[in-house]
């Protein structure tokens, strides 16, 4: 958590809450030590979640794609400071795409917390944030792997992923995450390379990074595909996008009845508005950018902090039974 943060109203309440919560923890637990009854355990304060981030409006602010989260105002909660793991993937190996910023940070920093090794993928221009990442893989005590490159080009893929098996000794969880988003008002303006850049980043790509893990994968381990909100519900100036999103999202169920037989389960995650690069280099218009997750019911954006349990759960072997699944995550709006 950046010090800019500290200082907005929504932070302020949060530590005031938190506060209040360890008092109550430490008087709970002497109590239960007074009574000659067995420890008890700290409680978890109740939050709001209506008031624990940030709410629009919010600072007009562009960046050249792809986008630092690192200079975001204010900056994305991924839960540096918050996730706390239980051992829920202690051994796994996962390979994140997207893994330096925004949803799939808050994934891989939730994954080593929660005891496993982690690949990422990001762009080279993106390196400053993928530091910070791979710092707290390690200060989780776990490998950290860093795998930058183009998923447009299918031979990085293949090596992708080789080098991910190299370098973590197996892979398990495999989480297809990596987008580029670009507003356009019009179809017209949609140039081919736009709409060429989409297919392949958001689909070309996990089709060839899936494909080459299918191999490596063993009975229990699962494939994470992150689609939107907007592939049920699209926003009329995300045309190419919204496109990606829905075929992400029947890829995802197909594939699932394919290879449930094997062992191997394959769900996805529909996110509604979250507060991250892809929003800000590109992503939406400064109109849109300005009031972002207002028209939820919650009244603003997801942090990428709230999807890290999600992206765990279904990675994880408490979600035996789960596959071709798709998770949603909207503040209230939107399917799932
Ligand atoms: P983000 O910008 O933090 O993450 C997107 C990542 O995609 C980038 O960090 C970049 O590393 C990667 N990427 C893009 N093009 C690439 C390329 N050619 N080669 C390698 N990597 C490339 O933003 P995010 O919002 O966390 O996005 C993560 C996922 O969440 C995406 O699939 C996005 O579509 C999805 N999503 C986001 C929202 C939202 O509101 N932020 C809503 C629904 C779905
Ligand atoms: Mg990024």
Same mark, same amino acid.
């Given at each position: 958590?950046?010090?800019?943060?500290?200082?907005?109203?929504?932070?302020?309440?949060?530590?005031?809450?938190?506060?209040?919560?360890?008092?109550?923890?430490?008087?709970?637990?002497?109590?239960?030590?007074?009574?000659?009854?067995?420890?008890?355990?700290?409680?978890?304060?109740?939050?709001?979640?209506?008031?624990?981030?940030?709410?629009?409006?919010?600072?007009?602010?562009?960046?050249?794609?792809?986008?630092?989260?690192?200079?975001?105002?204010?900056?994305?909660?991924?839960?540096?400071?918050?996730?706390?793991?239980?051992?829920?993937?202690?051994?796994?190996? *996962?390979?994140?795409? /997207? !893994?330096?910023?925004?949803?799939?940070? #808050?994934? =891989?920093?939730?994954? @080593?917390?929660? %005891?496993?090794?982690?690949?990422?993928?990001?762009?080279?221009?993106?390196?400053?944030?993928?530091?910070?990442?791979?710092?707290?893989?390690?200060?989780?005590?776990?490998?950290?792997?860093?795998?930058?490159?183009?998923?447009?080009?299918?031979?990085?893929?293949?090596?992708?992923?080789?080098?991910?098996?190299?370098?973590?000794?197996?892979?398990?969880?495999?989480?297809?995450?990596?987008?580029?988003?670009?507003?356009?008002?019009?179809?017209?303006?949609?140039?081919?390379?736009?709409?060429?850049?989409?297919?392949?980043?958001?689909?070309?790509?996990?089709?060839?990074?899936?494909?080459?893990?299918?191999?490596?994968?063993?009975?229990?381990?699962?494939?994470?595909?992150?689609?939107?909100?907007?592939?049920?519900?699209?926003?009329?100036?995300?045309?190419?996008? *919204?496109?990606?999103? /829905? !075929?992400?999202?029947?890829?995802?169920? #197909?594939? =699932?009845?394919?290879? @449930?037989?094997? %062992?191997?389960?394959?769900?996805?995650?529909?996110?509604?508005?979250?507060?991250?690069?892809?929003?800000?280099?590109?992503?939406?218009?400064?109109?849109?950018?300005?009031?972002?997750?207002?028209?939820?019911?919650?009244?603003?954006?997801?942090?990428?902090?709230?999807?890290?349990?999600?992206?765990?759960?279904?990675?994880?072997?408490?979600?035996?039974?789960?596959?071709?699944?798709?998770?949603?995550?909207?503040?209230?709006?939107?399917?799932?």
């Amino acid at each position: 958590m950046s010090s800019d943060d500290n200082d907005t109203p929504s932070r302020r309440q949060v530590m005031g809450g938190l506060a209040t919560g360890i008092a109550a923890v430490f008087s709970t637990t002497a109590s239960a030590q007074q009574d000659g009854g067995a420890p008890a355990r700290p409680e978890v304060p109740l939050r709001n979640p209506v008031t624990l981030y940030p709410k629009p409006p919010f600072p007009s602010q562009t960046q050249p794609w792809p986008g630092l989260a690192s200079k975001m105002q204010p900056r994305p909660d991924h839960g540096e400071t918050s996730y706390k793991g239980s051992g829920r993937l202690q051994g796994r190996k *996962a390979l994140i795409t /997207g !893994g330096d910023s925004g949803i799939g940070r #808050a994934a =891989a920093i939730a994954y @080593a917390r929660e %005891g496993a090794d982690v690949a990422i993928n990001y762009l080279p221009a993106e390196e400053p944030d993928a530091r910070e990442v791979v710092a707290l893989i390690k200060e989780a005590g776990r490998k950290a792997v860093a795998l930058p490159g183009d998923i447009r080009n299918e031979a990085f893929c293949r090596k992708l992923v080789a080098d991910a098996v190299k370098g973590l000794g197996g892979l398990d969880i495999l989480v297809n995450n990596a987008a580029k988003q670009q507003t356009q008002d019009s179809i017209l303006d949609v140039t081919t390379e736009q709409f060429d850049t989409t297919v392949k980043t958001n689909l070309y790509a996990m089709f060839w990074i899936t494909k080459a893990a299918m191999p490596h994968l063993k009975p229990g381990s699962a494939i994470i595909n992150t689609t939107s909100v907007n592939a049920y519900d699209p926003s009329e100036n995300l045309l190419d996008y *919204a496109m990606t999103k /829905g !075929g992400i999202m029947i890829f995802t169920k #197909a594939l =699932a009845r394919q290879v @449930a037989k094997q %062992g191997i389960r394959v769900n996805g995650v529909a996110p509604g508005p979250f507060w991250t690069p892809l929003q800000v280099s590109g992503g939406q218009t400064q109109e849109n950018l300005v009031k972002f997750g207002q028209d939820t019911p919650m009244g603003r954006p997801g942090q990428p902090a709230e999807l890290a349990g999600v992206y765990v759960e279904l990675a994880s072997a408490g979600a035996s039974y789960t596959t071709g699944q798709i998770y949603g995550a909207s503040g209230g709006r939107g399917n799932p």
